[in-house]
């Protein structure tokens, strides 16, 4: 298990750029999958990205391809997302996870640790 503690949400008008951050506790950030969730009211937790623990691989959803990045430095233990070009419907809770597997990170289900969420609210 890790904490993870994320920050950087806010409101924010369309087409602009917010970078969330995730700090992770304990020294075996390095070692994890780590992804980026978003939930919107009334809908189910939705994957938005996730980065390999050594940072060589990253995958996302279509719908933030070319807008978001996905990026951790191990170093500080940190993950980032940064988002540009923000639309109203990425407004969302966003939430950091952690998991020890590569292979079905884009599966909510598959990580074990949460952060407890940044509001992240775009308006047209």
Known sequence: QVQLVESGGGLVQAGASLTL???ASGRTFSTYTMGWFRQAPGKEREFVAAISSGGGSTNYIDSVKGRFTISRDNAKS???LLMSNLKPED???YYCGATSTWV?????STYHSWGQGTQVTVSS
Not at 104 to 108: F, G, I, K
């Open 21 to 23: 951050s995730c700090v």
């Open 78 to 80: 940190t993950l980032y």
């Open 91 to 93: 407004t969302a809770i």
């Open 104 to 108: 079905r990170a884009s599966y909510h």
